[in-house]
């Protein structure tokens, strides 16, 4: 189970972090990812960080303004948002995936096996 917490409302140009609490055993198997889905929109991928917190990957659209972080003694992922824009507006997801960075996939919502309920990110201008 995942449950994210930390959305709310926030002016252009502020920060939130967002975190998400894993519960189970093995969440150091898994790399964990945040999407984001605005209205109307596709859900869209922002962040992933592999199971020991070594590496992460970005798209271009949130580099340099987001930081995706994991501490494994707590079972808790956090993405922190910098530098917010109207259009960063969204429901916020982290998910679990087994294999999908080992496999290079994970920027692709469907390879995730597990997704929390979300939280929302509103940005006013």
């Known amino acids: 189970q995942l449950v994210e917490s930390g959305g709310g409302l926030v002016q252009a140009g502020g920060s939130l972090r967002l975190s998400c609490a894993a519960s189970?055993?093995?969440?150091?198997?898994?790399?964990m990812g945040w999407f984001r889905q605005a209205p109307g929109k596709e859900r869209e991928f922002v962040a992933v960080?592999?199971?020991?917190?070594?590496?992460?990957y970005y798209p271009g659209s949130v580099k340099g303004r987001f930081t995706i972080s994991r501490d494994n003694a707590k079972n808790t992922v956090y993405l922190r948002l910098n530098s917010l824009k109207p259009e960063d507006t969204a429901v916020y997801y982290c998910?679990?995936?087994?294999?999908?960075?080992?496999?290079?996939?994970?920027?692709?919502?469907?390879?995730?096996?597990?997704w929390g309920q979300g939280t929302q990110v509103t940005v006013s201008s």
């Open positions: 998910a679990a995936c087994r294999f999908c960075y080992r496999d290079g996939f994970a920027g692709t919502s469907t390879r995730y096996d597990y």
């Open positions: 189970g055993r093995t969440f150091s198997s898994y790399a």
């Open positions: 960080i592999n199971g020991n917190g070594g590496s992460t």
